[in-house]
């Protein structure tokens, strides 16, 4: 089984409101149709997120203004989830939208039906959702997701698709000498302009670290050129190993 997370990053344009990103997730569809396993896909929210979170006080204490948040944002993740699963049907990737407001609260978790779809053949399509934590609504970020289901159905590798090359020594948006860091295993510079509500590429690095812990290769590669993901233990491989 392989896990894939598709990050926002990548999906969206991330500072327009629900702007889809169609032909670069058709693109990483027709990649990961290629691919002969399992499968686990957990996307992100991007525009169709965090900027909503932001404006109503995401995460926060329930309260008028964070409930009608809650209403947005998960509707505009199911919105968002739907155009993907519409890609995969078309590719003929059949799947299951399995959104954590429904599996996960307080610290409660059951992904136990994950397994079930998966035994029958069917994709569980996971992603960045809403969520009830205490007095809290929470935001659930696809990393976590992508953790949870590592921890529990140990695949043979985790893959997030973002917008950038892998992680370099600093941000390389912001920066043009930054470097590409091939192997990482600790440092690194994150000057985010925008922090966004699930915290960046810091929270991102520190996901990847607790699922490579486990044993479990990780990497980020640009989800622009998905077909990197066939390069993953070569010599040319462009992208980030944890
Ligand atoms: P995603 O939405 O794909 O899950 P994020 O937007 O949270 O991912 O993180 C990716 C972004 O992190 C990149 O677009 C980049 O601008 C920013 N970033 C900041 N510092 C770094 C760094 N050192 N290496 C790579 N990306 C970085
Ligand atoms: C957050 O999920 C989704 C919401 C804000 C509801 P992620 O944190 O995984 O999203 P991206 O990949 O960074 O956009």
Redesign the pocket.
């Given at each position: 089984m392989i896990v894939i997370?598709?990050?926002?990053?990548?999906i969206t344009q991330?500072s327009e409101y629900k702007s889809f990103n169609g032909a670069v997730v058709e693109k990483i569809v027709k990649t990961l149709k290629g691919i002969n396993d399992e499968m686990i896909i957990v996307h992100?929210?991007?525009s169709f997120g965090h900027i909503k979170a932001k404006e109503y006080g995401l995460p926060g204490y329930a309260s008028k203004e964070t409930i009608i948040g809650m209403s947005i944002v998960h509707n505009d993740m199911a919105d968002l989830n739907l155009k993907i699963s519409q890609i995969l049907y078309s590719n003929g990737i059949y799947s299951i939208a399995l959104p954590v407001s429904s599996l996960v609260y307080d610290n409660k978790k059951n992904y136990t039906v994950f397994r079930r779809y998966l035994q029958l053949g069917i994709t569980p399509v996971s992603y960045g959702d809403t969520y009830i934590h205490g007095n809290k609504i929470g935001i659930y970020s696809?990393?976590n997701i992508v953790y949870d289901v590592a921890r529990r159905f140990h695949p043979s590798a985790v893959v997030?698709?973002?917008?950038?090359d892998?992680?370099?020594?600093?941000?390389?948006?912001?920066n043009p000498d930054?470097r590409l860091?091939k192997h990482i295993t600790g440092e690194?510079?994150?000057?985010?302009?925008i922090p966004?509500v699930?915290?960046?590429?810091?929270?991102?690095y520190r996901k990847m670290k607790n699922i490579s812990d486990l044993g479990i290769p990780v990497y980020?590669i640009n989800?622009l050129y998905p077909e990197r993901i066939y390069n993953i233990g070569k010599n040319n491989f462009t992208g980030t190993v944890v």
């Open positions: 997370k598709l990050g926002g990053s990548v991330k992100g929210g991007g696809g990393d997030f698709f973002s917008d950038v892998g992680i370099y020594d600093k941000n390389p948006k912001t930054a860091l690194f510079q994150h000057d985010e302009m966004d699930t915290g960046g590429i810091m929270n991102k980020l989800g």
